[in-house]
């Protein structure tokens, strides 16, 4: 853990050695598919997994829900926290270590936000914390379109498709997009189940 954290802790220094705010940033994906956007909720208690400078959790605090993001770094929560508290906005954020899991009061949400983190012991634990019509919007780095070399933090080609393929054809969830390409594979599923 400690590594990690040291690590990044270094890349959101370097990143924001100057004084610096996030703004309220849509993910990738639902630029690139705006139909998504009448699809995700606005309401209720949302995860931002890995949130890095808090982009992401601003801009769903922006649109109503209430947020915890969490990373590693105390470097980048405490630059979500002052980014939220500029803007106005509800962001609880604090410092976690995934190699624990997801903390056990975070259930019954309505969107989770994991942007280029690979969890993948956690890719099936994500659903059985989303409410019904619940969103999860994951985004990992990937072997697939990418011109380096793949890594351990890279999914193999097809592995989120793959992951939640048996939870789409029991009825579970609805894939809404289902992509890989330039060294990134994107999943965004409904949660289903009552």
Known sequence: MEADRDRWDERWRAVCAEPTRAVPTAPDIVDAHPELLEQLPTTGSALDLACGIGAQSLWMAKRGLTVRSLDISPVAVNLTARSAAQHGLAVNASVWDTDEGLP?????????????????????????????????ILTVLSAVGDNGVAGPFHARPGELGDTYRSAAASGMIDVLVDEERNGQATIVVRYTQT
């Open 104 to 136: 056990n009061d975070l259930r019954d949400l309505a969107i989770i936000l994991c942007q280029r983190y690979r969890a993948n012991d956690l890719y099936l634990d994500f659903l059985q914390r989303l409410q019904p019509g619940g969103v999860l």
